[in-house]
Each structure stands twice: as C-alpha cells, then as structure tokens.
Antibody, heavy 121, light 107 residues
Framework: EVQVLESGGGLVQPGGSLRLSCVVSRFTFRTYAMSWVRQAPGRGLEWVSAISSVGGTTYYADSVKGRFTISRDNSKNTLFLQMNSLRVEDTAVFYC??????????????WGQGIRVTVSS | DIQMTQSPSTLSASVGARVTITCRASQSVNYRLAWYQQRPGKAPKLLICQASNLETGVPSRFSGSGSGTEFTLTISSLQPDDFATYYCQQYYSNPVSFGGGTRVEIE
C-alpha cells in the first residue's frame, strides 16, 4: 500500500515562513507527479501546487503564486512546500497527494493524512 | 479558470436510499472529472476518475456519469459507511479545481 506522510506544520505568525515535507514509500516516486492540496477549517478542498515527476514543471494556484515554492528530491522520495509571507488565510490542513494523468493536469489517487498549518499572531 | 459547482450542498438520506449528487463545470471539461469521498478528520479518497471509471476497491453501488459540463455521482443504496462529504474535481485544465462539496447526512 502506498504511504504518504507529511511533516513540518505548526503555528507561525503572519509574514513568517514554514517548510512542509512529504515522504512517500511503496511506489516509484520519481515516476509520479505530486501535489499539495489544502483545506481551511470547515471549508472545501483547494488545490495549491503541483510538480511534474522529474521536477521540471511546477504549477501554482494564484492565491499562493510568488509566496510558495514546490520542489522534490527524487533521491529521498520527498516532496517539499516552502511557504513564505504566510497569511492568516493560509491556515489549513495541507495534504500531499500523488498525481495521475501523465503530463497533467492531475487528479489524485493517494493522499497523506494531512498536516495542520496555523497562521496567527 | 474553470469553476465547479456542486448541488446540493447538504443531503439528508436514509440507509438504503438512492442518492444523486450533481457537479457542473463553468465550461466543458470533457470527461476529465474525478469524485472523492472525505470522512470527517480523514484525507479524501478517490472514488471515480474519467467521469465514470470506478477505482479498484470502490463498491459497485457508486457510479459516475456525464461529460462536458454536467456530471453526477450516484450511490445506489446508501450504506452507513457512505455518510461523508463528496467532492468533484476537474482535471481538464490548470489550475485544477474542486467543487464546494456535498455533505451526505443521516436522515
């Protein structure tokens, strides 16, 4: 069974930074696109960012463009999300998800359990 | 950007009932439509891709249909495990987008 495990969440002040990590196992990480999807408290799902299998192509939602950076280390089966200039409205549970539909756009068949990010003073 | 609209936002039904959820896209997404189930406090689970292709292991009481701008998710006989929130997602163009969700509650 595919395993996806996020870490790095927590409480941060507005304007601060946080780096999320997602370690995966039991599938060939380097052959899949990956994505981050978030869910604000009591709200629906919002796609945040995606990266192609070899990391050459990245995509961002307008709401995070210029503030968040997605990256991956295929040698360590790890996906990252560097979040800068955080805002209160970035408060959410962030999910790491495996993307399907080679070449994109992606849908998501395996998800982590989610990691909570709270932006508050 | 493509907007996805689900209806209803909340649905109350009994065990054994037939349930239908609708998802509409602001422009055609062809067949590039996925459905997810999310139970409280849990990650979403992929149920259906390509509008009607059931994922391995998903019970056959779930089915999807539609193309273009209008899609439906049907649960033929609601089971206790099915009380959850359901989301559609288009993957026809970037940015991919989700519907607002339909919460299925016990009547």
């Amino acid at each position: 069974e595919v395993q996806v495990l996020e870490s790095g969440g927590g409480l941060v002040q507005p304007g601060g930074s946080l780096r999320l990590s997602c370690v995966v196992s039991r599938f060939t990480f380097r052959t899949y696109a990956m994505s981050w999807v978030r869910q604000a408290p009591g709200r629906g799902l919002e796609w945040v960012s995606a990266i192609s299998s070899v990391g050459g192509t990245t995509y961002y939602a307008d709401s995070v463009k210029g503030r968040f950076t997605i990256s991956r280390d295929n040698s360590k089966n790890t996906l990252f999300l560097q979040m800068n200039s955080l805002r209160v409205e970035d408060t959410a549970v962030f999910y790491c998800a495996r993307g399907l539909n080679p070449g994109g756009p992606y849908y998501f068949d395996s998800w982590g359990q989610g990691i909570r990010v709270t932006v508050s003073s | 950007d493509i907007q996805m609209t689900q209806s209803p936002s909340t649905l109350s039904a009994s065990v054994g009932a037939r349930v239908t959820i609708t998802c509409r896209a602001s422009q055609s997404v062809n067949y590039r439509l996925a459905w997810y189930q999310q139970r409280p406090g849990k990650a979403p689970k992929l149920l259906i891709c390509q509008a009607s292709n059931l994922e391995t292991g998903v019970p056959s009481r779930f089915s999807g249909s539609g193309s273009g701008t209008e899609f439906t998710l049907t649960i033929s006989s609601l089971q206790p495990d099915d009380f959850a929130t359901y989301y559609c997602q288009q993957y026809y163009s970037n940015p991919v987008s989700f519907g607002g969700g339909t919460r299925v509650e016990i009547e």
